[in-house]
């Protein structure tokens, strides 16, 4: 067997271009028949500090697809926590207990990648708080790619809650590797004017987007991470929530995306549940073969 360095995956930037392809491929391969028990014998380590039920559920099912051995942890199990010991100590147990992947979602950004320094093992970020969420943000490229077939040139809006989101951060950084245009809208508390290098944009008004875009992605308001709201939120509902003479401006073959969960009545209406081009479902879907994947990527290699 060859020698292999051991990978983690904190945010897209960790995955070259032609990783990015084995992981759709593979996904692809997973979804089409159920695959051989690659990761049997490996032990994975669940590790939620926030509350989750997509993206724990998902990580639970694709570590158990492979044939892995599954323990779930909670911050309550954690004995660092109350018994004085470090987290690198507890890392430094985990790996002398044989725990080859680590799946760690926190609140304070880059918890999951101080665990990487001292885990001999594999940590894939589940979501660290405003920072990013990898494996969403796959499972989201993933779902357009299914679409579009090539995402060059396709133009991507992202709406909403863009500075406190964790998923938005990854998926643009994962759009524009796979040469999209980015517009992002939002008033400025939630997408800063800053936002705008590097062949994305930044725009206030959604109504006049809606036209050119290929796709949408809206983003719920990020209430636990904000103190102030900087923005009324009926004033928001009136320029940004997507509803049926919104969806009418869109293309026909418009894809609306969201990475959930999803607050009817304030970031969308019914009418777009109705909407042809709603793909929420397929990403829910797509998740738990998208994170076998990712899975099979780092513990396996290419």
């Known amino acids: 067997m060859p020698l292999r360095t051991r990978r983690s995956l904190i945010d897209l930037d960790d995955l070259a271009i032609e990783e990015l392809d084995e992981i759709f491929s593979r ?13 049997a014998h490996t ?11 997509r993206t724990f559920t998902s990580f639970n099912l694709a ?16 004995s660092y926590l109350t018994k004085g010991e470090s987290i690198e ?25 101080q665990l990487a320094k001292h885990f001999d093992g594999h ?49 643009m950084a994962g759009l524009r590797r796979l040469e999209s245009d980015v517009v992002l809208v939002g008033p400025n508390g939630f997408v800063p004017s800053e936002y705008a290098t590097g ?20 983003l719920r308001i990020q209430r636990e991470r904000l103190t102030t709201m900087p923005i009324a939120q009926d004033d928001y509902v009136a320029r940004y929530r997507l509803d049926a003479r919104r969806l009418s401006l869109l293309k026909s073959d418009a894809l609306v995306l969201h ?25 829910v879907l797509h998740g738990v073969s998208v994170r076998m994947a990712v899975l099979d990527l780092l513990v396996n290699g290419t």
């Open 27 to 39: 996904t692809a391969a997973f979804e089409e028949r159920r695959p051989e028990p690659r990761l």
């Open 43 to 53: 032990a994975c380590v669940n590790i939620f500090f926030e509350p989750s039920t």
């Open 63 to 78: 570590q158990l697809r492979l044939g892995a051995d599954v323990v779930n942890l909670t911050p309550t199990d954690m």
């Open 89 to 113: 100590d507890t890392v430094l147990t985990l790996s002398a207990m044989g725990v080859a992947v680590l799946v760690v979602r926190h609140p304070v950004e880059h918890y999951p990648e």
């Open 123 to 171: 940590v894939v970020n589940a979501g660290d708080g405003a920072h990013a969420h990898p494996t969403q943000g796959l499972l989201d490229l993933y779902t357009l790619l299914q679409d579009f077939g090539s995402l060059h040139g396709r133009c991507i809006a992202i709406v909403g809650d863009v500075l406190h989101s964790r998923v938005a951060h990854s998926v």
């Open 199 to 218: 062949g994305v944009r930044v725009e206030r008004e959604l109504d006049a987007v809606l036209p050119e875009v290929d796709a949408v992605m809206l």
């Open 259 to 283: 990475p959930g969960p999803y607050n009817r009545g304030v970031e969308l209406d019914d009418s777009v549940f109705r909407f042809p081009g709603w793909r929420y479902r397929q990403q």
